[in-house]
């Protein structure tokens, strides 16, 4: 396991969890009175889905494997097989 790369992943990581409220709020400057806590909440919904998406399936695609040199192959889902340990 490289460290270097870890520390990329784990500092984008961070990066996208300060934006979302940024993102959220923006979006809720955007529309209407009533409806600002609703457009809110959605982002924060939709990013919970995100982060489900990528356990379930993403990692799989994204490190496993690889067909064609384009995308990876599903071998398990929702982390299957995944090792903290090396």
Request: proline share 1%.
């Amino acid at each position: 396991m490289n460290t270097v790369d870890t520390a990329f992943v784990i500092l984008a990581s961070v990066l996208v969890w300060f934006m979302t409220p940024g993102l959220a709020f923006f979006y809720g400057g955007m529309v209407s009175k009533g409806n600002v806590v609703n457009t809110m909440l959605s982002v924060f919904y939709i990013t919970g889905i995100a982060i489900l998406l990528w356990v379930g399936g993403g990692y799989e695609l994204a490190f496993n494997g690889n067909v064609l040199g384009i995308i990876g192959r599903i071998h398990g889902l929702f982390l299957s097989g995944v090792h903290l340990t090396t």
